[in-house]
């Protein structure tokens, strides 16, 4: 759909129980990997960037698809997407609030029960697109959501909480009647509908759920071709002669590299940052420097568009902190 289509599409959707791991992130170092495999739990990376999130049956997800005009760059904007869902949800009785760069909480104690993601797809054939997609923890298992992260510890003392398990709540907990993972979805497509008010609110659940063939076809393909691989997902893992990691306002960042003769042979930048641009881009800038903090620097400022695009938030002297801490 982000390579093809030219209108705006909203889809809503499930999955079986899965982790879905942040386009820039380090698989071994997200997923609880004995846990993921003996509960069979499928581990995927997806195209954008952001944390690591728990998906099954009762986790229901959303995704706005836009093609983007020529004349629109490639900004992270997360509020116009999660404003419309914050509304629906408040139809419900659940009171949450938009927090940080991209979660959805509770009002009340400050509990995520959403994830969101996003990124700008350069199509092949010409042109941009958007995607954002968020989690919207309804029914979840949180006992094997907590089981299949292994999340840095850092991340929650940072905040003073103490377990994954006690940052995030099931949005059925938050209201007084009973519903099901599936009647919340078709509310949930009933309601966008009418935000967007194109006539489509009966109608959307039908078109996201009955792909044609040739869509069905190229799917298939995809998976295939890359989401079902260990090579996407996992990646090759190697050892680095230097590794350091820091914690911004806009997420994590770190960078592994190997030096010869003082030149940078290999470097990888992992974390949980957003950007419009594939941070291969900016490993590719770096490659070869010297390892010197004066030529780095002049580096990622001559080139601080491309830095700030692939790091959404990100100035040169932060990514420099981390490469020579």
Not at 3 to 15: A, F, K, P, V
Request: hydrophobic letters at 35%; proline letters at 1%.
């Amino acid at each position: 759909m982000l390579e093809t289509s030219d209108e705006d599409i909203i889809m809503l959707w499930r999955n079986s129980p899965s982790v879905i791991i942040g386009k820039n992130q380090n698989t071994y170092a997200e997923v609880n990997d004995s846990f993921v495999r003996e509960n069979k739990i499928a581990v995927v990376r997806r195209l954008t960037g952001g944390g690591a999130v728990f998906h099954d049956l009762g986790n229901v997800n959303f995704s706005f698809i836009c093609p983007l005009k020529s004349e629109q760059g490639a900004e992270i904007n997360f509020k116009p997407y999660i404003a419309p869902v914050i509304s629906v949800l408040s139809k419900l009785g659940a009171e949450t609030e938009m927090d940080g760069r991209n979660d959805i909480v509770s009002v009340i104690d400050g509990r995520k029960i959403s994830g969101n993601a996003q990124c700008i797809y350069h199509r092949k054939s010409g042109g941009k697109s958007l995607l954002h997609h968020g989690t919207l923890l309804f029914g979840a298992d949180l006992s094997r959501l907590s089981g299949a992260l292994n999340v840095k510890k850092e991340k929650f003392e940072s905040k003073g909480i103490e377990s994954v398990r006690s940052r995030v709540v099931n949005i059925s907990d938050l209201i007084e009647f009973k519903m099901t993972a599936e009647e919340f979805l078709l509310f949930l497509c009933r309601e966008l509908g009418k935000i967007y008010d194109n006539g489509f609110s009966d109608k959307i659940y039908d078109k996201v759920s009955s792909f044609d063939e040739r869509e069905i076809s190229e799917i298939e393909k995809l998976s295939q071709e890359k989401y079902s691989l260990w090579e996407w997902n996992y990646g090759k893992s190697k050892k680095y002669s230097f590794e350091s990691e820091k914690r911004f306002a806009f997420g994590s960042i770190c960078v592994k590299l190997d030096t010869d003769a003082g030149i940078i042979n290999d470097i990888k930048i992992y974390g949980d940052f957003f950007g419009g641009r594939d941070i291969s881009e900016l490993e590719k800038l770096l490659c070869g420097k010297r390892y010197l903090k004066e030529e780095i620097s002049s580096v990622l400022e001559l080139n601080s568009d491309i830095a700030g695009e692939c790091i959404s938030g990100c100035t040169s002297d932060e990514i420099i902190s981390v490469i020579f801490d």
